[in-house]
């Protein structure tokens, strides 16, 4: 059984940061690419940076320069740092995995960026 558990969430104001956390089970973790994806209430669920087992990583543009993905893979375990967090980042984050094509999803962590 697949199981992706997000932590790390939180308040805090513009200019600010935080690091999200994603361990993951019932995958072999370091063979799969895994990604980061946010939705914002009214609006669709985006995809905010991706990492593949090899370490390449994409963001959205709007995250560039802002926000690193990163995988410990002894850990089965990836992270996206946020820094210079803006109110527009607020949204709540899902971590994302698709093994065989499949997508399983984190129940989500809430961040919330005050002006």
């Known amino acids: 059984q697949v199981q992706l558990v997000e932590s790390g969430g939180g308040l805090v104001q513009a200019g600010g940061s935080l690091r999200l956390s994603c361990a993951a089970s019932?995958?072999?973790?370091?063979?799969?690419?895994m990604g980061w994806y946010r939705q914002a209430p009214g609006k669709q669920r985006e995809l905010v940076a991706v990492i593949t087992s090899g370490g390449s990583t994409k963001y959205l543009d709007f995250v560039k320069g802002r926000f690193t993905i990163s995988r410990d893979n002894a850990k089965n375990t990836v992270y996206l740092q946020m820094n210079s967090l803006q109110p527009e980042d607020t949204a709540v984050y899902y971590c994302n995995a698709a093994p065989g094509g499949y997508n399983y999803w984190g129940q989500g962590t809430q961040v919330t960026v005050s002006s």
């Open positions: 019932g995958i072999i973790f370091s063979i799969n690419a």
